[in-house]
């Protein structure tokens, strides 16, 4: 077995031994739907101004092309701070070798403004973890990671809840020639006390210069996101919808497993 496949076999087997022990003194919470009790930390690919509240941990498994995995753990270490790893691969699922991140990435969030009746939340972090899958020759992942992130989102209560989110972030991913820092927005909606509808539209200004993989579009993703309950949340997106990167004829599909308990 590769030293790559090992150490994710290992990483997976650890995250459900810690769940399994856990469980049973925990509260489930779901980030969906009027009735969900976790914030949503992502729009779609891009961080928002959700935390997980402290004491409440959080189990991510993302599945997108190729095979890929990728199984993320995040915590809330303090009442305005987090703290996250995560790491995965290409080929996983299905026939051939699998094709491992070279690191684990790692994502840490600070509350630096809570959401009041005017301003938004405002979270500032760093996030290493790019997504659907490494591309090796570039040094960079498909979608590259937020890196350093300032983002804020702000609530309204609109037949359910409106969410608007925002950011701007500095990835470290830069091999590609492209250093330029990014803007990102996004909206989300919930249908019901179970059901949330979210759209993201990442500029991709660091992306569109020199080797880089998007032809300077942007991305245009949109996800559903269903809570099924007992913590277990389930979402589907379907990402750049305008055809920005290379081998897309409809849109990337993609399917996210959020589970999350607290104390």
């Not at 030293?3 to 650890?14: K, M, Q, S, V």
């Not at 809330?76 to 995965?88: E, H, M, T």
């Not at 997504?131 to 983002?151: N, T, V």
Request: hydrophobic fraction near 40%; glycine fraction near 12%.
């Amino acid at each position: 077995m590769e030293a790559h496949t090992r150490r994710t076999l290992i990483f997976a087997f650890c995250a459900c031994v810690l769940l399994a022990v856990c469980t049973s003194l925990m509260r489930a919470q779901g980030s969906a739907g009027t009735a969900g009790k976790l914030e949503p930390r992502f729009i779609v690919d891009m961080p928002t101004a959700g935390m997980p509240d402290k004491g409440c941990l959080v189990l991510d498994v993302d599945f997108y092309q190729e095979g890929g995995v990728l199984l993320g753990i995040s915590a809330g270490i303090l009442d305005r701070f987090s703290f996250g790893i995560s790491y995965g691969g290409s080929h996983i699922i299905g026939a051939g070798s699998p094709v491992m991140n070279p690191v684990p990435g790692v994502n840490v969030r600070i509350r630096a403004l809570e959401e009041g009746l005017l301003l938004p939340a405002l979270v500032l972090g760093f996030d290493s973890q790019g997504k659907d899958g490494y591309l090796k020759e570039l040094d960079r992942f498909q979608i590259k990671s937020p890196g350093f992130f300032a983002a804020a989102s702000k609530n309204y209560s609109f037949l359910g809840y409106l969410s608007l989110h925002g950011g701007v972030n500095y990835s470290l991913e830069r091999a590609d020639g492209d250093r330029d820092v990014n803007v990102y927005a996004g909206v989300e909606k919930t249908l019901g006390p179970v059901i949330s509808t979210l759209l993201e539209y990442n500029f991709a200004t660091n992306d569109n210069s020199g080797r880089s993989v998007g032809k300077g579009w942007g991305y245009l993703n949109a996800a559903v996101r269903i809570m099924l309950g007992n913590g277990l949340t389930l979402g589907v997106s379907f990402k750049d919808i305008v055809k920005n990167g290379p081998n897309v004829t409809v849109a990337n599909r993609t399917v996210q497993l959020e589970y999350s308990r607290s104390l």
